[in-house]
């Protein structure tokens, strides 16, 4: 750190927090909550100087449902970013709120 302003993209705190609950061995239940403080970007102005940007804290929250039929045979839904569209990096945003689900075989 002597010859940079800050450590670029990383947060000064970070906090997360995963539950999961199993109900019968049959239904899986979970969320992830997260909380990631403000943190600095590089850039640069027109002159091509380095310039220090804030990143705004973001909270973000996940959820996830599995049933499994049977040891080896299962079906998931996640709901990512629950609570918002943010910049993970610098000008690159998360692509919001998104639901994925799919099966599962193990074998």
């Not at 019968?24 to 091509?48: E, L, P, W």
């Not at 000008?91 to 689900?101: E, H, I, K, R, W």
Request: proline share 4%; hydrophobic share 40%; aromatic share 20%.
């Amino acid at each position: 750190m002597n010859t940079q302003l800050y450590p670029w993209q990383k947060p000064e705190l970070l906090v997360s927090g995963l539950v999961r609950y199993n109900l019968r061995d049959k239904i899986y239940i979970g969320t992830n909550v997260f909380y990631m403080d403000k943190r600095y970007a590089m850039s640069y102005d027109n002159k091509q100087n380095i310039m220090a940007v804030e990143m705004s804290p973001i909270w973000d929250m996940n959820i996830n449902l599995e049933y499994r039929l049977s040891k080896f045979f299962s079906g998931f839904l996640n709901f990512n970013n629950i609570l918002g569209h943010y910049d993970a990096w610098y000008a690159y945003p998360t692509m919001g709120f998104n639901v994925m689900g799919g099966i599962t075989y193990s074998f």
